[in-house]
């Protein structure tokens, strides 16, 4: 789209006045930031109302992205980007006297996610909007986002994440729209005029659900689809009653229990709290969303259900939302009249779920005293369904009641969110080949013989406007030279760029576009670790979740020997490197927490260590975010995608480090395998056990890391340096855990339960191998660009084609 600078530079002073009552003279950069948001927000609200009409209007069928998480990070740079005015708005921002990235840098992240899952349903909202397709997002607008992290003493310490301590100016709060949402009380039967029967819930408390719409922003197209949050609002404020009768504290917090319940966001990647308020949290904006889905329904076709899986598509994002399914039933039975089998026919074709996870820990399920409290009607139809799945089985197997015990949704006094979500979806899909391939036939092998039809993979992707279009600026411009500029649309337009390896000053241009986005990176790290760190070594870069099946431990360790080798011969010819990590670590997972303590303790003791004349250097950047994440991947040469395999389903940062051209060390897990394929296997360091192999050792049992231990002078070493104070002077019991984690097992684990020891010898060697590859730079700069012109399935455009084709049937539709 066009904008007229001047117009534009009138617009911010406009609402500079009108917020802050300032001029440019006095304003601040955040108050700047503000202004330029809501000026640009002016554009983005005439195309938001067109798509809302143009959907009405040509009555579309629509999708609906149900999601605990949205990890969207910074709106102004990414809106502005899309729009195709990010440069107009940086010059007149210089005309103004204010430098643009010091602007864009007083915006807070919308931290509203943990990690991959919730980073993936912020690119998805990306690509449905750039395609041009009818979807959008339902969500909670946790008042507290991802906490802040920071490191003090070596250790994580956490801190709220106040993100709209300064206001949002890219939400639209719509009060008028707001939803009912009721908890607890009783279920009775009331018999209407016409003599129906009809559930009734009484005594419930009340809670409102108060829409926040963020609008979404195709690219270089005039779509504007939305992000509905939702927020818990007390209905008054304060009990009336306890008013009168001068209880005026009591009174007053009523409010602040209420609002509890969209506070904050549970701190676990990938496994749940067990927390009531968490379950709270999912029931409340399910059930807004739900009925707010059923409201536009009705506004449109009125009572005639009949065509409502035509025009709406929900899609359940692992088990968190999976309370929809209830939620619907119950609408459709208590509020509408439908019949069962009616409702459930519809409800069924409207849901499909995505599971995320192999761990078996992260399966969601509830007490059935705690579900049926909280939520007693939406328990007996969780019941009704579960009676009615039994009967279907014991068809189906009769007499077979282990089966049947396994497969009960309702079963050990439990409710299990994934079985729920299975029977009352039509589609189930893993994130990647492999993570289908694993629920097919191992992990949901019962479903999957019962309901072979549901399965389908629908691989992960990420969105390249964010992730190279956005933050690598200097490789986008490379890439608009020589191939166009349709990759940013069509990724696999990528592809064309593999003809420049052999382009000279192409593979220059490359490799010097990498070194400057390394200076950067490194300006970064020496004003936030006050680290140097030279530009000219390997860029090794470990990002994610701290977890234990991510192997952050299996990177320390051989980092721990890499040293060890230098300390013994000085003059070792190695290649320099500077092995980053960022991750936080959910609060409660100690184990995960010591981590972040090992890092930052070998870290201290290896960069000043002048014997070994910085050969190597270890860096641990605090606070890993979207944004943080946007200045790490077009600096990285390495991408450490190290899970035990099996246990990571897709993984996406590994897709983000590809088409910034760094090269993958990693197993043979989730979609490094699909990676691999793309790039060769001669341009990535493939290394460890295989999926089959892991579940082999597993079924065995036959696996002891003692063996490894022995057999390995080098392991050996490093594993006894956990405890022999050689990282922990001052107390050598400080990393005891994670020996004993390796060694003995703790909790009822087996002893390394994610195969470290047993794959440190091959991790090892593809590491040498990436020092003895790096000589030659040429070599490795064309490695790199295999792996960018390779990256074009890695689009969440050409995931969110295959979902609205294969699942939803939705059809992209013009803005009028
Ligand atoms: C992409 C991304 C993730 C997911 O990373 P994985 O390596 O796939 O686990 C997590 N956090 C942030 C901030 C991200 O951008």
Redesign the pocket.
Known sequence: MNINRGEFKENIKLKLKEQFGKTISCATKQEIFDAVSRAAMDYVLDNWLDTKKTYAEEEVKQAYYLSAEF?M?RALSNNLVNMLIEEDVAEVLNELGFNYNEVEDTEPDA?L????????AACFLDSLASLKLPGHGYGIRYRYGMFEQKIIDGYQVEFPDNWLKNGDPWSVKRKDESIEIKFGGKVTLVREENGRERFKRVDAEVITAVPYDMPIVGYNNKTVNTLRLWEAEAEDGFDLQLFNDQEYIKAMSKESITEDISRVLYPN?SGPSGKALRLKQQYFFVSASVQDIVRNYKKKYGNDFSKFAEKVAMQLNDTHPVVAIPELMRIFLDWEGLNWDTAWDITTKACAYTNHTILAEALEKWPIDLFSGLLPRIYQIVEEINRRFLAELNEKYPGDWARTHRMGIIADGMVKMAWLAIVGSHSVNGVAALHTEILKNQELKDWYELYPEKFNNKT?G?TQRR?LLKSNKELAKLLNEKIGTDWAINLSELKKFEKFIDDEEVVNRFMKIKYENKVKLAEYIKEHNNIDVDPNSIFDV????LHEY?RQLLDVLNIMALYNRLKENPDLDIYPRTFIF?A?AASGYRRAKLVIKLINSIANKINNDQSIKGKIKVVFIEN???S???KI?PASDVSE?ISTAGK?A???????FMINGALTIGTLD?ANVEIVEEAGEENAFIFGLKADEVLELNKTNSYNPWDEYNRNLELKKVIDQLVDGTYSPDNREIFRELYDSLMYGVEGNRPDQYYVLRDFASYAEAQRKIGATYRDKIDWAKKAMINVANGGKFSSDRTIQQYADEIWEIKATEVK
Do not use: P
Not at 113 to 120: E, K, P, Q, S, T
Not at 542 to 545: F, G
Not at 650 to 656: C, D
């Open positions: 990890l990070g931290g996610g943990n990690g991959g899952l919730g980073r993936l990647d992960n990420v992730w470990q990002v994610k979740r991510k960022g936080k890993y975010r979207v943080v994440a946007e991947f995608q990571e897709s993984g996406t940062g590994n897709m983000k989730g």
